[in-house]
Nanobody
Framework: QVQVVESGGGLVQAGGSLRLRCTVS????????ISWYRQVPGKERELVAT???????DYADSVRGRFTLTRDNGQNTVYLQMIRLKPEDTAVYLC?????????WGQGTQVTVSS
């Protein structure tokens, strides 16, 4: 069973920064993609950023240029660096690890951006 653990959320003022962390219990060679999603009550879950086994990240238009996804292979960890945060970035951020068979979700970490 793959375990996914997120951390790094918190309360920040608009324009501030946060770095989220997602640690996966499986080595990277078993994982095809790592993705960050965000969820706001009453809205659909939104894909924020994805990084593949090749290490190439991709971003939603709403965060491109402000969010950066990087990977630490030795720690089985990805980081989502978020800068110039906006109130509309407020959400629970969830990490998903996808192997050949299924996707695994963490519990999420709350990000709140005050105006």
């Amino acid at each position: 069973q793959v375990q996914v653990v997120e951390s790094g959320g918190g309360l920040v003022q608009a324009g501030g920064s946060l770095r989220l962390r997602c640690t996966v219990s499986q080595p990277w060679f078993n994982i095809n993609t790592i993705s960050w999603y965000r969820q706001v009550p009453g809205k659909e879950r939104e894909l924020v950023a994805t990084i593949t086994g090749a290490g190439t990240p991709d971003y939603a238009d709403s965060v491109r240029g402000r969010f950066t996804l990087t990977r630490d292979n030795g720690q089985n960890t990805v980081y989502l660096q978020m800068i110039r945060l906006k109130p509309e970035d407020t959400a629970v951020y969830l990490c998903n690890a996808q192997d050949d068979y299924m996707g695994y979700w963490g519990q999420g970490t709350q990000v709140t951006v005050s105006s």
